[in-house]
């Protein structure tokens, strides 16, 4: 679906900058249990994002990176290209952690059993460093604390556990 749409700015700290999409379009790409879609702004950046409702329609949030990347400014005309993500976790999975969750049976079903955001919020960690060894080190850390806390994910002693495998890296 193509949709032309103008960028927005919420004027409250919360969310920033993003794209309104009317009543007619959201009805046509989510429903209540599926509003996660791929998003190609003006041809040029792809995003695996949310619809998030508001009042009868929705919206999709753009981040600055993208934002600078396109050289948008609020009240910009954009052409969106969307689809519904039917990806299993809607984030890539980085080949790197795939391959530490199919070692470690354990910690892939603790993830498994993870809210869908909390999910993707792991995937994020990995996808947003480039190197490979990096991915593999913090899909390491990532294991290692499903399985010490039991899947029972905490975002703070995860941070801690994945400084403490950066710091065991550099030592080697």
């Given at each position: 679906?193509?949709?032309?749409?103008?960028?927005?700015?919420?004027?409250?700290?919360?969310?920033?900058?993003h794209f309104p999409i009317n009543a007619a379009h959201t009805e046509q790409l989510s429903s209540?249990?599926?509003?996660?879609?791929?998003?190609?702004?003006?041809?040029?950046?792809?995003?695996?994002?949310?619809?998030?409702?508001?009042?009868?329609?929705?919206?999709?949030?753009?981040?600055?990176?993208?934002?600078?990347?396109?050289?948008?400014?609020?009240?910009?005309?954009?052409?969106?290209?969307?689809?519904?993500?039917?990806?299993?976790?809607?984030?890539?999975?980085?080949?790197?952690?795939?391959?530490?969750?199919?070692?470690?049976?354990?910690?892939?079903?603790?993830?498994?059993?993870?809210?869908?955001?909390?999910?993707?919020?792991?995937?994020?960690?990995?996808?947003?460093?480039?190197?490979?060894?990096?991915?593999?080190?913090?899909?390491?850390?990532?294991?290692?604390?499903?399985?010490?806390?039991?899947?029972?994910?905490?975002?703070?002693?995860?941070?801690?556990?994945?400084?403490?495998?950066?710091?065991?890296?550099?030592?080697?």
């Amino acid at each position: 679906m193509t949709i032309e749409t103008t960028l927005e700015n919420f004027d409250w700290n919360m969310w920033g900058y993003h794209f309104p999409i009317n009543a007619a379009h959201t009805e046509q790409l989510s429903s209540v249990a599926h509003r996660r879609v791929v998003c190609t702004i003006n041809g040029q950046v792809t995003q695996q994002c949310a619809l998030m409702p508001i009042d009868d329609g929705s919206y999709i949030l753009i981040n600055k990176k993208n934002r600078e990347k396109l050289e948008l400014n609020e009240g910009d005309k954009v052409v969106l290209e969307i689809e519904k993500d039917e990806s299993e976790y809607g984030l890539p999975v980085p080949d790197s952690f795939r391959f530490v969750m199919d070692d470690d049976t354990e910690a892939f079903e603790h993830f498994e059993r993870l809210t869908p955001g909390k999910q993707r919020s792991l995937l994020y960690i990995v996808n947003k460093v480039k190197s490979t060894d990096k991915q593999i080190n913090k899909a390491l850390a990532i294991a290692a604390h499903l399985r010490e806390v039991n899947g029972k994910l905490d975002f703070k002693k995860l941070n801690e556990k994945i400084k403490a495998f950066n710091q065991r890296d550099q030592l080697l």
